[in-house]
């Protein structure tokens, strides 16, 4: 049997080429060797890699372009470990910036040891609620999204991850209209790529493509800011990760449907404008 730092520094130079990361290289060993984080490979260097021949066939996914989170079927985030495939986009760290964001700033607008109603538009894999329910565990967590298949994998980690929450189908505010829901709070990560050139392969070719790409004639932003009175029954807040180059289009779209707001577009830990916060009175 190879060493784990044998068989790690053979997968750097068969991957380089590649353009295989040493981050997916340890992250694939120590899913495949059981240890809790990739830099786990680093204390167990000197055992044996007794799992090489899934390691062989898991590798060449990479090969292939396949995400490590993919292959695996697992994503961290926010210290929760995640099912992931192809059905959900890979949760990622501006998303992870997004709920850090409204956690700092919600006491500004609500006490948030209070019982609200927070909703989670276009819920993907379910992230954003599992992020949510240990930090706000009195709020009522609910999560839609338009993707049948999408709320399969939500499900997963709602359950996997003991969250209590509730989950629908539908575009948008569809789901909480016709259920005359009251939210108090709204957080959505909704599709917001408008370049497709700016788009990794890997992005391209694996992660589903109805979650990345805004659609301005069919826009979640649009019909979010359309339709709020019709969920609204108090004061209600927004938080939106969003494209870099979204802010004249956004401004747009809160002055044709919004009245009594205030809102601010917040920069990324990159210095890039990827939030907005709208709170209407």
């Not at 059905?87 to 006491?107: D, F, H, Y």
Request: proline letters at 5%; a negative charge.
């Amino acid at each position: 049997m190879p060493k784990i730092y044998e068989t790690y520094l053979a997968a750097m130079n068969n991957g380089k080429e590649h353009g295989v990361t040493s981050q997916e290289i340890r992250t694939l060993i120590a899913y495949e060797m059981g240890y809790p984080e990739p830099i786990d490979t680093l204390y167990h260097k000197d055992e044996e890699f007794t799992k090489i021949e899934q390691f062989q066939v898991d590798f060449a996914k990479l090969l292939q372009g396949m995400p490590v989170e993919y292959v695996i079927n697992q994503a961290s985030f926010l210290h929760t470990k995640l099912y992931v495939d192809p059905r959900v986009l890979i949760p990622r760290m501006e998303t992870e910036e997004l709920v850090a964001n409204l956690s700092e700033r919600i006491t500004d607008y609500y006490d948030p040891r209070n019982y609200l109603v927070c909703a989670d538009i276009g819920t993907g894999s379910g992230a954003i609620l599992c992020a949510l329910r240990p930090l706000f565990p009195n709020w009522v967590l609910l999560g839609s999204d338009l993707s049948e298949q999408a709320l399969e994998v939500a499900k997963k980690n709602v359950k996997d991850n003991g969250v209590r929450a509730t989950l629908m189908q539908g575009r948008s505010l569809e789901p909480y209209i016709a259920t005359k829901t009251n939210l108090d709070i709204i957080v959505s990560n909704p599709p917001y790529i408008v370049n497709k050139d700016e788009v990794q392969d890997s992005v391209k070719n694996y992660e589903p493509e109805e979650a990345l790409y805004l659609d301005k004639e069919h826009s979640v932003y649009e019909e979010i800011f359309r339709d709020h009175q019709k969920v609204k029954k108090g004061s209600l807040l927004m938080m939106f990760e969003i494209g870099y180059d979204l802010e004249e289009y956004l401004t747009d779209l809160m002055k044709r449907y919004l009245k009594d707001y205030d809102y601010e577009f917040i920069k990324d830990l990159n210095g890039l404008t990827r939030f907005l916060l709208v709170f209407c009175r």
